[in-house]
């Protein structure tokens, strides 16, 4: 298995191209000011919307419920210090990372 973490762009909302298992994939993730969180948008490699606004959470697949046959293979984790949901801060401060677990 091989790592590759998901470069986070310093900014309220953004959206990038990720490689993941060798295919291209749109990651986008937005915050949410009211309940304090982020969510994260899946598209492939046409843009088209694989999965819709899932929040990050620590320490969990955030692939797993999810049966698209477009996903990508891997596992994808956000990882928090502190273990707990990321906010704002926590992802500008470095101290949040997502990361992706390739299965190849």
Not at 5 to 33: H, M, T
């Amino acid at each position: 298995m091989t790592y590759l973490q998901i470069n986070w762009i310093n900014s309220g909302a953004w959206k990038q191209q990720v490689i993941l298992d060798g295919s291209a994939y749109y990651i986008e993730c937005f915050y949410n000011e009211t309940k304090n969180f982020w969510s994260m948008n899946l598209y492939d490699s046409e843009n088209t919307l694989i999965i819709a606004g899932f929040k990050l959470v620590p320490n969990y697949n955030l692939l797993l419920r999810h049966t698209d046959e477009g996903l990508p293979q891997g596992n994808l984790y956000c990882f928090a210090d502190n273990d707990e949901t990321p906010t704002y801060e926590t992802f500008v401060k470095n101290e949040a990372r997502l990361i992706y677990e390739s299965i190849q």
